[in-house]
């Protein structure tokens, strides 16, 4: 399997675990749901005080920072990232911005962001002539 995140070709073999993720970024699962979605983020190792969540336009950004001295080993494997990071989704003009929580539990960051009410037409009578 090739990736363009590196694996074969380098002038060195390395153990083939498939593709290997950047390390900037963070895993994230999205879910819809009739009220909104719900994006969970891996953020394993993050202090909740760095990590941020910006609006801006109708992006979300998404970044968690750690301190450049702290000093990481040369992992063999790394799955999931040691270094900070940075994540940006685009948002429907059908979610209500003003909304938007996060809630930080046991290393995944569940961010919600609810759809805006629908207007829905007032009910009315028609009368058969």
Same mark, same amino acid.
């Given at each position: 399997?090739?990736?363009? &995140?590196?694996? /074969?070709?380098?002038?060195? /073999? /390395?153990?083939?675990?498939?593709?290997?993720?950047?390390?900037?970024?963070?895993?994230?699962?999205?879910?819809?749901?009739? #009220?909104? %979605? &719900?994006?969970?983020? %891996?953020?394993?190792? %993050?202090?909740? *005080?760095?990590?941020?969540?910006?609006?801006?336009?109708? !992006?979300?950004? =998404?970044?968690? #920072?750690?301190?450049?001295?702290?000093?990481?080993?040369? +992992?063999?494997? @790394?799955?999931?990232?040691?270094?900070?990071?940075?994540? $940006?989704? *685009?948002?429907?003009?059908?979610?209500? @911005?003003?909304? =938007?929580?996060?809630? +930080?539990?046991?290393? =995944? !960051?569940?961010? #919600?962001?609810? $759809? !805006?009410?629908?207007? @829905?037409?007032?009910?009315?009578?028609?009368?058969?002539?």
């Amino acid at each position: 399997m090739h990736s363009s &995140e590196g694996g /074969r070709g380098r002038g060195h /073999r /390395r153990p083939h675990y498939g593709p290997r993720r950047p390390k900037h970024n963070v895993p994230v699962n999205i879910l819809y749901t009739d #009220t909104g %979605f &719900e994006a969970h983020v %891996f953020c394993v190792g %993050f202090a909740k *005080e760095n990590i941020r969540i910006n609006l801006t336009n109708d !992006l979300i950004y =998404i970044s968690g #920072t750690r301190k450049p001295e702290e000093e990481y080993p040369d +992992f063999l494997l @790394q799955e999931y990232p040691v270094k900070s990071f940075e994540r $940006w989704f *685009e948002l429907s003009e059908k979610v209500d @911005q003003a909304g =938007i929580t996060a809630a +930080f539990r046991d290393g =995944i !960051l569940v961010i #919600t962001a609810p $759809w !805006l009410p629908t207007a @829905q037409p007032p009910e009315r009578e028609v009368k058969v002539e």
